[in-house]
C-alpha cells in the first residue's frame, strides 16, 4: 500500500525543525505531502510561491530521497488532504503547550472527515524550542541563524531584512 502524509504549516519561513518533522514522516509513511496553507487573516514574510520555493529547494537533499512534495493549498486542510488521498495528517509537537491546540484541532479535523487521523510526533531534541516567530525575530536584528535555518533560509531572511530596497 502507498501511504502518503500531509505535513501542514504555514513555513514563513522553513526552519530546521520542520525539515526534522519532515524527515521524520518520511520514516512513517511512503510520501509525504508538505502543504502551504494560505491564511488570507495573516500577511506573511515571504508569500506563500517563496515559502513553496525555498521548501522544493531545501526538499532535493538526497535524503528526502524524493519522496516528499510542496502544494499549497487554500480553505479546509482536511478537505485539501481529502482531495490530495491523504489518510493521515502529521503535526509536531514541541512542547507541551502545543498539545491543547493541537488536540483541539485533531477532534474538529476528526468530526469533519472521520477518514483522516492525525499522528503527533516529537522533533529531535535540539528543535523543541524552534518556531517561525522565533527566527523571524532573530533574523530581524541580525542574530545568528545557523542553530535555526538551513543557510539558503539564512540569506533569504538577511535579503528580506537588510537588503537596500531604495
Given at each position: 500500500?502507498?501511504?502518503?502524509?500531509?505535513?501542514?504549516?504555514?513555513?514563513?519561513?522553513?526552519?530546521?525543525?520542520?525539515?526534522?518533522?519532515?524527515?521524520?514522516?518520511?520514516?512513517?509513511?511512503?510520501?509525504?505531502?508538505?502543504?502551504?496553507?494560505?491564511?488570507?487573516?495573516?500577511?506573511?514574510?515571504?508569500?506563500?510561491?517563496?515559502?513553496?520555493?525555498?521548501?522544493?529547494?531545501?526538499?532535493?537533499?538526497?535524503?528526502?530521497?524524493?519522496?516528499?512534495?510542496?502544494?499549497?493549498?487554500?480553505?479546509?486542510?482536511?478537505?485539501?488532504?481529502?482531495?490530495?488521498?491523504?489518510?493521515?495528517?502529521?503535526?509536531?509537537?514541541?512542547?507541551?503547550?502545543?498539545?491543547?491546540?493541537?488536540?483541539?484541532m485533531a477532534l474538529?479535523?476528526?468530526?469533519?472527515?472521520?477518514?483522516?487521523?492525525?499522528?503527533?510526533?516529537?522533533?529531535?531534541e535540539p528543535h523543541?524550542?524552534?518556531?517561525?516567530?522565533?527566527?523571524?525575530?532573530?533574523?530581524?536584528?541580525?542574530?545568528?541563524?545557523?542553530?535555526?535555518?538551513?543557510?539558503?533560509?539564512?540569506?533569504?531572511?538577511?535579503?528580506?531584512?537588510?537588503?537596500?530596497?531604495?
Open positions: 500500500m502507498n501511504s502518503i502524509a500531509l505535513f501542514p504549516g504555514s513555513f514563513d519561513p522553513p526552519t530546521l525543525g520542520h525539515l526534522n518533522m519532515i524527515g521524520r514522516a518520511c520514516s512513517q509513511f511512503d510520501r509525504v505531502l508538505v502543504g502551504i496553507g494560505v491564511n488570507h487573516r495573516k500577511t506573511g514574510l515571504f508569500t506563500v510561491e517563496e515559502r513553496k520555493e525555498l521548501l522544493t529547494d531545501l526538499l532535493q537533499d538526497p535524503s528526502f530521497e524524493g519522496r516528499v512534495s510542496v502544494e499549497i493549498f487554500s480553505g479546509l486542510m482536511v478537505e485539501f488532504a481529502r482531495q490530495q488521498g491523504v489518510r493521515t495528517i502529521v503535526r509536531g509537537l514541541r512542547q507541551v503547550s502545543d498539545f491543547e491546540f493541537e488536540y483541539r474538529t479535523n476528526r468530526r469533519l472527515t472521520p477518514d483522516i487521523d492525525t499522528l503527533f510526533l516529537m522533533p529531535d523543541t524550542f524552534v518556531s517561525a516567530t522565533l527566527v523571524r525575530e532573530v533574523a530581524q536584528f541580525g542574530g545568528d541563524l545557523s542553530s535555526f535555518v538551513p543557510e539558503a533560509v539564512a540569506d533569504a531572511l538577511r535579503k528580506k531584512f537588510f537588503s537596500d530596497n531604495s
